[in-house]
């Protein structure tokens, strides 16, 4: 309300023209009370981003109302409200001070945090919540329709009170039920939490009142949603949607992306690559734009042609802008507004693509700054606001901080309020993982955290290598398929050279796939076997039921006293199998599962000297059909001990002037039957580290073990082949060889 004498003026001139003419009545604007104690009302800043946000949105129908005037926040707003600094709600309540307060604010909607003070004092919540009950029917006797919002309140942790802390879990675990209880069709009562995300540390200026940068930001950003709602007059969300934890498309066919990243701002004459894209069966492309701050910026009419090459090519288009990448660590890297900015600038290219088109964001919007990408919430908030505020209403996605791979969970723990700052609640939220996500564990924590938020996500980014470290890419590839989570790899072609394992194909030539081409295009819950084209492209069809056929019977090679390799004919499948399941028995025992294969190999290891063992195997496809069980193959391990039918050479040249070195390792097999698949294993003796990803084998180490496993080329050892893998590696003081060398799990000769 920011003027009464001005409103009264307005209704004077309005009765004045009334007798000449009665016009048709405008509707009255929604008048919002914030009520509550000092975090509302002093200076309650809040109130001030909600009004602006609201305003920036299009919901200028919104009176702010109460019996106290605004403070300053920066900026003119309506600041009127019913924040009473140091009031418990237990004492409004016995007071009976509610009345007064509503006789003259007269609210449709109240928004409602507290119960602060009165945890402070130590009043039990279930006495706070008595005192609800009573405001809330002096609310509905002021306004039998009025709309509560009641917050579960921000944390607090004052130097006094050491049980406040708890206090407020008690009295936020209770608020959820008594809401329930007491909502009716005519007056509902909406919960927001405020609580979680919230950090005392970091968002209060003592523990209690919430500061003036990400304290009032996160406040504000749980709000709005939340009183977009109760106003009850924003469009429904057209084309590509979220629906609970899915992409689905406009007739609410489930969309799930499997695609290919490709750097257009770089390679703008590489056009042809979206067709051949599109022949690896790919569903979606990620097209990488500029805007402005370091590339491009791409211009409208540009953004049409890729959005051309899209739709010729029957692939949904994924836009994203680079320039944001590393923001708070990235020299020149520009800001989310910024992004938000480029977008409504080439609204023209995006608006009537709902169908066809997802804007992403900005590309990994914040670098590892802690403090920076503390704000990741309001950032991509007040962006995702911008955009909605000038009529974009497509599938948003939202990149995580920390480059992507939000090592520090904050896109995890906020992405709940970000997704209630959409007024469509369109937004999509896509983490890239590389060194981050080296284990199955990692990658089926962050899926199991938003799957269990209930919150839309997909693998906007991966590689099966990084300089950060190697990421665990066949759980990536096979969580999200039995989850049906949609992921993007990074990228088809033309990376520097630091980073150039991370092409799909050499020179964007489609007949020259590297080894992470094949194996994200071609292997097992890849891009070929799990994609499935838009509904809007004419895609879909019936569902998959069809099982492959039987694999060959298993043949076992290369048997030492502690290790075999298996091979076998393939299955076919009327789709595509996706990979192997092998199963072992010990003598004449049951038969249990021993791992997985994606192609018609499998090397096991760690046996028993002088065992016999029974193996089977059977095929599976992406819809989840399995084959019949394979025949039966048996093998016997050897005795055990003595020299193995394998030599190693090591050597090692240590670096000028420095603690590095490079190692270079000759291997032979020096068997009579061929190898198909080895595994060359060793210690160091002396402290030194591996620097991965080495070279002509995929090494890992744990302490000082190191092991080395064949890469697809080289797996394959006829009697008296050899073959050389190496590394780069640092030590301290001395430098010795490993003392010995085992090839699958038998000792070798050392030359």
Same mark, same amino acid.
């Given at each position: ?66 019996? %106290? ?70 609310? @509905? ?6 709309? %509560? ?10 130097? /006094? ?18 809401? @329930? ?143 944001? !990448? ?18 409504? #600038? ?62 520090? /969970? ?74 049906? %989570? ?15 394992? %991370? ?15 094949? @194996? ?10 799990? #994609? ?39 299955? !076919? ?29 499998? !090397? ?148």
């Amino acid at each position: 309300m920011l003027s009464r004498f001005l409103r009264a003026v307005v209704a004077a001139l309005v009765l004045v023209a009334c007798v000449v003419a009665t016009p048709a009545a405008a509707a009255a604007p929604t008048r919002i009370m914030a009520l509550g104690d000092s975090i509302t009302g002093s200076p309650g800043c809040w109130r001030a981003l909600l009004w602006k946000h609201l305003r920036d949105t299009g919901h200028t129908d919104v009176d702010f109302v109460g019996t %106290l005037p605004g403070d300053g926040c920066g900026f003119t707003y309506d600041g009127e409200h019913d924040g009473h600094g140091g009031y418990l709600a237990t004492n409004i309540a016995r007071d009976n001070q509610l009345p007064g307060w509503l006789a003259s604010a007269r609210p449709d909607v109240v928004l409602m945090h507290l119960g602060t003070n009165d945890v402070w004092s130590n009043i039990p919540a279930s006495t706070i919540l008595n005192a609800y009950t009573t405001l809330l029917g002096q609310m @509905r006797a002021s306004n039998p329709a009025v709309k %509560l919002v009641v917050a579960q309140i921000i944390p607090m942790t004052p130097a /006094n009170c050491s049980a406040c802390g708890q206090r407020v879990v008690d009295l936020n675990s209770a608020i959820p039920g008594w809401a @329930r209880a007491n909502s009716t069709t005519a007056s509902p009562i909406t919960v927001v939490d405020q609580w979680t995300g919230f950090d005392t540390a970091t968002d209060t200026t003592d523990g209690v009142h919430p500061n003036g940068g990400t304290g009032i930001q996160k406040m504000e950003s749980r709000w709005y949603p939340a009183v977009v709602a109760a106003l009850g007059n924003q469009p429904a969300a057209t084309g590509l949607r979220v629906d609970g934890t899915r992409v689905v498309e406009a007739n609410g066919t489930p969309f799930v992306m499997r695609g290919v990243n490709h750097a257009h701002v770089w390679y703008q004459s590489q056009t042809r690559a979206f067709a051949d894209i599109k022949s690896f069966g790919a569903n979606t492309v990620r097209v990488v734009l500029g805007s402005g701050q370091r590339w491009g910026p791409t211009p409208a009419s540009e953004v049409s042609t890729v959005i051309g090459l899209c739709k010729q090519n029957k692939l949904i288009c994924v836009l994203e802008v680079h320039d944001t !990448t590393g923001y708070g660590e990235q020299s020149g890297a520009a800001t989310l507004d910024q992004a938000a900015s480029y977008w409504i #600038s080439v609204a023209s290219a995006l608006q009537g693509q709902e169908n066809y088109v997802v804007i992403n964001l900005g590309n990994e919007p914040f670098g590892n700054n802690a403090q920076t990408s503390a704000t990741w919430a309001s950032a991509t908030s007040s962006a995702i606001s911008r955009l909605r505020g000038a009529g974009l209403q497509h599938l948003l996605m939202a990149d995580a901080p920390m480059w992507g791979q939000d090592w520090g /969970n904050i896109m995890r723990d906020n992405a709940a309020s970000v997704l209630n700052a959409d007024p469509q609640r369109n937004t999509v939220f896509s983490v890239h993982m590389y060194g981050v996500y080296n284990t199955a564990d990692k990658v089926n924590a962050y899926f199991d955290a938003f799957r269990t938020a209930g919150l839309p996500l997909v693998v906007g980014e991966f590689g099966h290598n990084h300089s950060d470290g190697d990421p665990d890419e066949d759980t990536i590839l096979a969580q999200a398929q039995a989850r049906g %989570l949609g992921y993007l790899g990074w990228s088809w072609s033309g990376n520097s050279s630091d980073v150039g394992y %991370l092409d799909m194909v050499n020179s964007f030539n489609p007949a020259s796939l590297t080894s992470w081409g094949e @194996r994200i295009l071609n292997g097992a819950n890849g891009i070929r076997q799990t #994609s499935k084209e838009a509904t809007i492209y004419g895609g879909g069809g019936p569902a998959d039921t069809q099982p492959p056929s039987t694999p060959g019977t298993p043949a076992a090679s290369g048997v030492t006293s502690s290790g075999l390799t298996l091979s076998w004919a393939a299955s !076919t499948d009327n789709v595509g199998v996706t990979g192997y399941d092998v199963f072992r028995a010990v003598g004449s025992g049951s038969f249990a599962q021993a791992g997985s294969s994606a192609t018609t190999s499998f !090397t096991d290891s760690g046996l028993s000297p002088s065992t016999t063992y029974r193996y089977q195997v059977r095929a599976k496809d992406a819809a989840g059909n399995v084959s019949a069980t394979s025949g039966t193959a048996s093998a016997t391990t050897g005795a055990g001990g003595g020299t193995g039918a394998c030599r190693v050479g090591y050597s090692a040249q240590n670096w000028g002037g420095g603690n590095g070195f490079t190692a270079s390792i000759a291997i032979t097999n020096t068997g009579t039957t061929a190898l198909n698949g080895w595994t060359l294993a060793f210690s160091f003796a002396n402290g030194q580290g591996v620097t991965l990803p080495g070279w002509g084998a995929t090494f890992a180490q744990s302490g000082a073990a190191v092991t080395a496993t064949n890469l697809s080329w080289n797996g394959a050892l006829a009697p008296n082949a050899s073959t050389t893998i190496g590394f780069n590696g640092t030590f301290n003081g001395t430098n010795p060889a490993p003392s010995s060398f085992t090839l699958n799990g038998s000792t070798c000769t050392t030359a």
